[in-house]
């Protein structure tokens, strides 16, 4: 089971966390909705290639991905979404879609909006579409040791 690899990386590196079990939901923003979380502290992960290698754009549940401010920060010559089928089996044992955002685990960087490092808590699929996990930022930020770029945009907006 996905959730109980990431609860015993959690455990051995003694973050203090909460699992939230909710109906089925595909959507970051459904998810949200689901467990009464602002999406502001949803995180999710989106797959991305950067000049043709696979990282991980991890963003509030309340925005997107803007790719060519994603772009520049990175210098990147190209970058394009990652379709399912090129990432799917990246993630061992996580439901399509449902990955955590410790893409650090997996082999491969990490780069977080700022606009996610402004709550102190965040959560995060734990490898289903039926169960989050809550922690602290800081904690989530001293184990996937992302870098944090200025790349996502309000939804609406």
Known sequence: MPVQRLKSFLDEQGVRYVT????????????????????????????????????????????????????????????????????????PNCETGAMPPFGNLYGMDVFVSEALTQDEYIAFNAGTHTELIRLMYADFERLARPTVLSFARPEHA
């Open 20 to 91: 939230i079990q909710h109906s089925r939901a595909y959507t970051a923003q459904e998810v949200a909705a689901s467990v009464h979380i602002p999406g502001q502290e949803i995180a999710k992960a989106v797959m991305i290639k950067r000049n043709g290698i696979m990282f991980m754009a991890v963003v509030p549940a309340s925005h997107q991905v803007d790719f060519e401010r994603l772009r520049e920060a990175t210098e990147a010559q190209t970058l394009e979404l990652a379709t399912e089928a090129e990432f799917k089996d990246l993630f």
